[in-house]
């Protein structure tokens, strides 16, 4: 009987979860965390421009929904360029372009002294369009990269993790739109300029991160591959003892070979791939899930600060609460990387779904203060831990031909969802108050939970690669 020699894939699967793999995901990362930042600074300076400008709905909603349309056409960019050229190059490059705009934004000049409303108005959401591209794009490449170097038995917990960087920079938005957006009165300025951070940051990815194995062995590149292999296993082989969480020895099962749902589809690639057996039926329940998910986040984070304002919460305040349930994200994350690898991806993301959708029901019926933080915080917890859970099974379900194309397409039809949630969310406000505002919001939830069961599960599974 002859012993096939595993290939770069599978000895890049079987590795230990080690000082690489770690390096990897803390600075993958620290990227994340800095696009929650800036896309979490915009819904507190929202509320300061409100006031300052003396804008309306309509121009407040132009504003958010500037960013949300770049990110649609950074996510349908990005990740068919990163199937191209690379996750690592267009990671980099997405820093920077949203890094600089976010800088830039820090200089549109306010209406006044022959200026117009409308002017500034227009000026800030075309460099909130340019900072949306690169947002939209880095999002899905990075979870890319980062799926493609975990090993198998804890990839999902591993992304989920990724995810919770998140809310690290959300809450870090908090922190900087607290105590700066309402103590100055250019202190929406300094907040984006803050923003900025971001163009530096590329520089360490550029440098300081691989490039994916499987796309390098998809363009042929195999010795650039080689080396990269031969580093975590060299690292692998140095780690003498994996944290419990990180251990591929207790967690689900690695298969060795590609199973009967994992079949190729036939050779076809680019988009097209994407609605061809047999990726078809998965990727409309993955679109109507981001759908869901993106529809029911953006309408509910985005505007919740200013949402409190007008239920009669003091900016101050309402900044306050919405930093305690933005904490409450981090808990959410945690409970769902541990889940994602015991109850399967399915089964964690769909009962956050219906634990986002009921607690929406709850935050719109909220009646004291004590219960719009209960309801919030548990908002704020479902519904992040099902983000973490969806960016896991997201790159995993496509080959490696694809894989960027499918979770990037996927992505930019949610992005749709968040183009027209904060334009919605003012005029269901003014017409119904929150109940009606959270109830929508709440169906959106459980929109994306049936979706959410209809996607195949990819415990423990090799990634495929054409």
């Excluded at 990110?71 to 191209?84: H, I, P, T």
């Excluded at 953006?298 to 409190?308: D, N, S, V």
């Excluded at 694809?402 to 005029?427: D, E, M, W």
């Amino acid at each position: 009987m002859t012993v096939t020699a595993p290939t770069r894939l599978q000895r890049l699967d079987r590795a230990k979860f080690s000082r690489r793999h770690q390096k990897l995901l803390v600075g993958s990362g620290v990227g994340w965390a800095l696009d929650a930042m800036d896309v979490g600074l915009v819904s507190f300076i929202l509320t300061a421009l409100i006031g300052q400008w003396q804008l309306d709905s309509t121009q407040g909603s132009i504003i958010a929904s500037a960013g949300f349309l770049g990110m649609a056409l950074g996510a349908s960019v990005g990740g068919a360029l990163a199937d191209r050229i690379g996750r690592r190059t267009v990671f980099a490059l997405t820093l920077v372009v949203y890094g600089i705009a976010t800088g830039l934004s820090a200089l549109t000049p306010a209406p006044g002294g022959g200026l117009s409303v409308w002017t500034a108005v227009i000026v800030l959401s075309g460099l909130r369009l340019v900072v949306g591209i690169g947002l939209g794009a880095e999002l899905p490449v990075a979870s890319t990269l980062v799926s493609e170097f975990s090993p198998a038995p804890i990839r999902g917990r591993i992304i989920v993790l990724l995810e919770a960087f998140w809310a690290l920079g959300w809450v870090l938005a908090a922190v900087i739109a607290f105590f700066l957006v309402p103590a100055l009165d250019s202190g929406w300025r300094w907040a984006f300029a803050l923003g900025a951070i971001p163009a530096l940051y590329a520089i360490v990815i550029r440098r300081g991160l691989p490039e994916s194995v499987r796309f390098l062995e998809s363009k042929g590149r195999h010795e650039e591959a080689e080396r990269i292999v031969v580093a975590f296993e060299e690292s692998s082989a140095a780690t003498t003892k994996e944290p419990r969480l990180f251990r591929t020895d207790v967690v689900g099962e690695t298969a060795e070979t590609v199973e009967p749902d994992q079949a190729p589809g036939g050779g076809t690639t680019g988009f097209r791939a994407l609605w061809a057996a047999p990726h078809a039926a998965r990727t409309a329940a993955l679109w109507l899930t981001w759908f869901g998910v993106n529809f029911a986040y953006y309408g509910a984070f985005i505007w919740m600060p200013t949402l409190l304002v007008n239920a009669g919460f003091p900016m101050v305040r309402s900044f306050g609460f919405t930093l305690i349930i933005t904490l409450a994200q981090i808990p959410g994350y945690a409970v769902s990387a541990f889940l994602i690898e015991k109850w399967g991806r399915r089964a964690t993301l769909a009962t956050f779904l219906l634990g986002s959708a009921l607690s929406a029901i709850g935050f719109g019926l909220a009646g004291s203060e004590t219960m719009v933080l209960v309801t919030g915080c548990l908002l704020s917890f479902f519904n992040l831990g099902a983000w973490g859970a969806l960016y896991a099974v997201t790159p995993e379900i496509y080959p490696t031909t694809i894989r960027g194309t499918g979770a990037g397409a996927a992505a930019a039809f949610g992005r749709l969802a968040s183009i027209i949630a904060p334009l919605v969310v003012p005029v269901l406000a003014v017409h119904g108050g929150l109940p009606t505002v959270f109830i929508v919001i709440s169906a959106a939830f459980a929109v994306a939970c049936v979706a959410a069961i209809c996607l195949p599960e990819w415990r423990g599974r090799r990634l495929t690669e054409s």
